[in-house]
């Protein structure tokens, strides 16, 4: 089974043709996929340096 997969993969990879429009749907997808996995990691990361910035303004510890 494996092999059958690398088999496809290498004959996509040769495949001089343009992409279509489901490879660009896959493509899509994984990008939405990789943006929802992301943004709650980058949400927390944003939140605690505002934090930070607004006590050094502030001047509370």
Same mark, same amino acid.
């Given at each position: 089974? %494996? ?6 993969? @290498? ?15 896959? %493509?899509?997808? *994984? =990008?939405?996929?990789? *943006? =929802? +996995?992301? =943004?709650?990691? *980058? *949400?927390? +990361?944003?939140? +605690?340096?505002?934090? @930070?910035? +607004? ?7």
């Amino acid at each position: 089974m %494996l092999r059958k997969f690398f088999n496809k993969a @290498r004959k996509v990879a040769q495949d001089d043709q343009g992409i279509t429009a489901v490879e660009y749907a896959v %493509l899509g997808a *994984l =990008v939405a996929v990789g *943006l =929802v +996995a992301a =943004v709650p990691s *980058l *949400l927390a +990361a944003f939140t +605690a340096a505002f934090a @930070r910035i +607004a006590s050094a303004i502030s001047g509370t510890p």
